[in-house]
C-alpha cells in the first residue's frame, strides 16, 4: 500500500491491505480481520492437500530464488519417524530491502498463522522464526504476537483444539547478513558460527539439528493464508505477464524517489509506471540514472532496461537484472556509480563469512580497488582486473555471496564504464556535468 | 569477518578487568531455563543466552562467557568463537549511548554521511568509535539496518529510530541527554 504513503489505486494490497493499521497487530484485531481462519482450515485438511493448493497456486519463495514453495514443501517426506522443522527466515539484511521488518511490525499474527501452516504442511510441530537483531520493533510485536497465540491455544500441543502439536518460537539473530543464507541460518540457530554448509545434503534431507527442514522466507509464508481462504485460482489469475509468475509481490523501494515505501502490485506490473506513478518519479530537479530491482546482489539496471521490465521473475531476468529481495533501489543522476558500487563492495567484503579463499580475498581486494578509483587513484588496469577479480568470485564458493559481490561490480562497470574512466583519468565526478551530458 | 582490517571499536573502560558476578540467578536463569525448552540441544539456547548477558551488563565478558559456556556445557572457547562472529555482541564496555549508523549505498545516496558528521560534532565524539569525553556517547558506522526506505536509521541501543537528517540530529540526542 505504499506505506507509509496513501495506497495507490493501482496497487493490489493482499498482504499489505493492513499496514499503518496499530488494532491489527493484536489478537482481537487480527481475528476481526478474518485471521486464523486459514489455519483452522488447513488442520483440517491433509498436510498433502495442503502442498497440492500452495503447488496449483504457483506460489514462489520471496526470498530471492523464487524456488516454487510447493515443490519446496512437497520433499518434506511425511512418516519418515524424524522430526521436521520449518524456519522462517526473517534475517532481512540485503540492502535495499525491507518489507519482511513492515509484515512483521504490522501484521505479527499473520506470520504466526503462516509459520503453523507451513509447519503443519511440511510435518513440523516446531517452526523458529529466525529474526535480526537489529529489528528490536518486529521482534517485540512479534512475541506479543507468539504469546498471544499461546495463551489462546491457537498454537502450542493442542492447536486449535484439533490435538495437533505447532510451536512456534522467535529466535533473534546478533548482526551477520551471511546468516540470512539458508544453511547459514541453521548453523547460528544451533548456536555456532554462522557458516555456510556445503550442499549437498539440502536441508529437507538434513537441516536443523540433522533433521529434514524447509526454509522459508516471512512473505511467502504469509501468502500461504490467502491461498488457502481464496484458492490456487483467485492467487494464479493475479498475474499480467506469464503463468510462472504469480500473485502479488511486495516490493520496498528506497534511494533517491519521492515515495519510498513498500508497495503490493500483482506480478508482471510495467515497472516504468510503478517508477513514476506509484514511487512519484524522482525528486523535483533529477532524472533517475540506474535501478537496482531486487537488493544489492542483483545486476545493475540502466534505466532503458529498468523502463521496459515487467515486474516478475522472468521480467526482470529478460531485461539484464532479476527480481531477488524485490528490493528496488533507485540512483539518480547526482549519484557517482562507481562510489554507489565501492560502497556495495564494501558490505560484501565486510559480511563475508571468510571461509572461502575467492570470496574473503575477492570481496576484500574488489573493494580496496574501487575505493581507490572513487577517490581518483585509479588506473586503467584496474577494471581489467575488478572484472578478473570479479570472474574468480562467480561459480566457485561455498555460498553465493561471493558472486552477490561480483555481479554489481560487472554490471556497474559494464553498463557505467565512462563513469570509471573519467574518475581513473583525473575528472572528478560532478553531479551537474553529468546531469547535462 | 572477511579479508578487511575492521576499527577496532575498544572504550578504555577499566570494567574490563572486574571479577565476574553471575548473571544467571534468580529471574534470569528462569528465563534461561525455558528458554532451552525450546530447542532439542542445550546448545542452541547460545545466542539468547548471550544476549541475556548483554541485556543484563551491558557487554558480554569473558566472565560471562565462561558462565554460559558452563551452563550450556560448552567451552568458554567455543563460546568465544561465536561471540565473535557476530557483530552486536559487544565484547567491551561501550558508551551509556551506542549510536550505530547505516552507510550502506541506499542510505549512502541519500545522505547517510552528513548524519554521520552531524552526529560526530553534536555528541563530541569527533571521531567513529571513540567514545565522547563524558563516555556517554560513541557513534559508530554500520552495514544496512533493513529501513533503507526511511533514510537515515539509527540505533541508540535498542532504540531504532527512522529519517534521521543532519538537522534533526540535536533533537534527537537531546532525549539522551
Ligand atoms: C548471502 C545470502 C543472504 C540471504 N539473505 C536472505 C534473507 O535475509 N531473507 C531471506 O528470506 N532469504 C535470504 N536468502 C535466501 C535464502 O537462502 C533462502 O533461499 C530463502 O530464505 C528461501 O525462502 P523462500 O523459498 O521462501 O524464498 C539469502 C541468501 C544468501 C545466499
Ligand atoms: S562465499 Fe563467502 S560468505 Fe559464502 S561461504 Fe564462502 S566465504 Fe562464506
Ligand atoms: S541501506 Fe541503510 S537501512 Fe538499508
Redo the contacts with the bound molecule.
Sequence with gaps: MGFPHESHQRETAVLSQHFGVAEARTLDGWKKRGGYQALEKALAMAPADIVTVIKDSGL????????P?GM?WSFMKPGDGKPHYL????????PG?FK?RELMRWTPHALVEGCAIGAYAIGAETAYVYI?GEFTEPLYFMEQAVKEAYAAGIIGKNAMGTGKRIDVHVHKGAGA?????????MNSLEGRRGN?RIKPPFPAVSGLFGMPTT???????IAAAPILMKGADWYKKMSLSNPKSTGTKLYSVCGNVQRPGTYEVVMGFPFREFLYDLCGGPVSGRKFKAVIPGGV?VPIQSMEEAEASLMDYEGFVEQGSMLG?GGVIVIDDAQSMVRVIARIARFFAH?SCAQCTQCREGTAWATKILERIRDGQGAMEDLDTLMDISENMTGKTI???SD?CATPIVSGIKKFRSEFESLIQGRMFHPVLAAVA | MGGLESPDYASHDSGAHEPHTPVFTGAAKRELDELITRYPKKMAALLPALWIVQRERGWVSDGGMAEVAELLELTPAYVKGVVTFYTMYHQHPVAKYFIQVCTTSPCGICGADDVVKSLLRHTNTGELGVPSPDGKFAVIEVECLGACGFATPIMINEEFIESVTPENVPAILARFA
Aim: net charge negative.
Design positions: 514462489r519463495g520471496r526470498g530471492g530464488a523464487g524456488f514453495t519446496k524456519c522462517c527466515n526473517a534475517d532481512e539484511s540485503e530491502t519482511d535480526r547478513y551471511i546468516c540470512g543464507e539458508e544453511t547459514a541460518l555456510p526454509i522459508n522466507n516471512v512473505e511467502t509464508l546482489s529481495s559480511e555460498c553465493v555471496l552477490s
